[in-house]
């Protein structure tokens, strides 16, 4: 069974850090892992995503400049480093991995395992 596990949610301050950590079962031969949000009464929206093959990290442009992607292929683990956090950062923050290209990565049809994800709230 092909498991996907976050970690590392909490509850922080505004400005304030946080990092993310998901692996996926390393039986798994992944070409993307990604993170994805979602806020109350709100659609998931993406956040970052890392594509192997072509070492490319992409980011929404919410994130872009405060959020790092990182990880280890081998180990098909991803980081989420999470600085200068807001308020509109609050979320439960999913990990996503994909296992073959056909779409965009800012699309959740495009990744095939999915976490539980993790809270993320951040306080004014």
């Known amino acids: 069974q092909v498991q996907v596990v976050e970690s590392g949610g909490g509850s922080v301050q505004a400005g304030d850090s946080l990092r993310l950590s998901c692996t996926a079962s390393?039986?798994?031969?992944?070409?993307?892992m990604g993170w994805f949000r979602q806020a109350p009464g709100k659609e998931r929206e993406f956040v970052a995503s890392?594509?192997?093959?072509?070492?490319?990290?992409i980011y929404d442009d919410a994130v872009k400049g405060r959020f790092a992607i990182s990880g280890v292929n081998a180990r098909n683990t991803v980081f989420l480093q999470m600085n200068s956090l807001k308020p509109e950062d609050t979320a439960a923050y999913y990990c996503?991995?994909?296992?073959?290209?056909?779409?965009?990565?800012?699309?959740?049809?495009?990744?095939?395992?999915w976490g539980q994800g993790t809270q993320d709230t951040v306080s004014s």
């Open positions: 996503a991995a994909g296992r073959r290209f056909g779409g965009s990565w800012r699309i959740p049809g495009s990744y095939d395992y």
């Open positions: 890392i594509v192997w093959p072509v070492r490319e990290s």
């Open positions: 390393r039986a798994l031969s992944l070409v993307a």
